[in-house]
Nanobody
Framework: QVHLVESGGGLVQPGGSLRLSCVASGNIFSIDAMAWHRQAPGKARELVASISSGGTTNYADSVKGRFTISRDNAKNTVYLQMNSLKPEDTAVYYC???????????????WGQGTQVTVSS
């Protein structure tokens, strides 16, 4: 069993900052890519940012220059630093990771339960 647990969401004013964390635990041999996605009410889930096991990052155009994804491999944790937040960033943010439970086994995608981020004055 593998679990991903997000934390750090909340209510913030426009222009403010939040830092999301996601910890993976359980039967983990190695973690490949990790990512953050979000889903706003009435909209499809979208990729916000991703980071490879080697540290290569990728961002959605809407968050470039404002959000930073990072990871601590020793702690099986991925972070999302969100600055200059806008009302349109309001969504449930989900953590995702491709995890191998045993050597030579294919990596499987796992998802967290989501954390709400609300940007409002």
């Amino acid at each position: 069993q593998v679990h991903l647990v997000e934390s750090g969401g909340g209510l913030v004013q426009p222009g403010g900052s939040l830092r999301l964390s996601c910890v993976a635990s359980g039967n983990i041999f190695s973690i490949d890519a990790m990512a953050w996605h979000r889903q706003a009410p009435g909209k499809a889930r979208e990729l916000v940012a991703s980071i490879s096991s080697g540290g290569t990052t990728n961002y959605a155009d809407s968050v470039k220059g404002r959000f930073t994804i990072s990871r601590d491999n020793a702690k099986n944790t991925v972070y999302l630093q969100m600055n200059s937040l806008k009302p349109e960033d309001t969504a449930v943010y989900y953590c995702n990771a491709d995890i191998r439970s045993r050597p030579l086994f294919a990596a499987r995608p796992y998802w967290g339960q989501g954390t709400q981020v609300t940007v409002s004055s």
